[in-house]
């Protein structure tokens, strides 16, 4: 089991950035796939970015691609989010989510219900 912790929300103009981290507890983390979601008010939690255990794949959400990077790192067990050219409609709860992904590689899950652990999330909130 891994419990995980995000970090790094907070108020920021748009076009500012900021940076998640999600920190997570236990020995596998490395084998793991890892995910970012996001849930604004008044709206069902949507899949922002994913990536594989071995950092060679990634998936991004079309609203996000070319504005947000996911990386981890292994040794830090820790999975970042990167969002630059932050949006007002970028506003919500963001969780980080972990799935066991030990016997494959190279894959991203980019569903909720794929995922097996999740966050407590941490807010973003983008002025105009």
């Known amino acids: 089991q891994v419990q995980l912790v995000e970090s790094g929300g907070g108020l920021v103009q748009a076009g500012g950035s900021l940076r998640l981290s999600c920190a997570a507890s236990g020995r596998t983390f490395s084998t793991y796939g890892l995910g970012w979601f996001r849930q604004a008010p008044g709206k069902e939690r949507e899949f922002v970015a994913a990536i594989s255990r071995s950092s060679g794949n990634t998936d991004y959400a079309e609203s996000v691609k070319g504005r947000f990077t996911i990386s981890r790192d292994n040794a830090k067990s820790t999975v970042y989010l990167q969002m630059n050219s932050l949006k007002p409609e970028d506003t919500a709860v963001y969780y980080c989510?972990?799935?066991?992904?030990?016997?494959?590689?190279?894959?991203?899950?980019?569903?909720?219900?794929?995922?097996?652990?999740w966050g407590q999330g941490t807010q973003v909130t983008v002025s105009s």
């Open positions: 989510a972990a799935v066991d992904l030990r016997r494959f590689y190279y894959s991203v899950r980019t569903k909720e219900k794929e995922y097996d652990y």
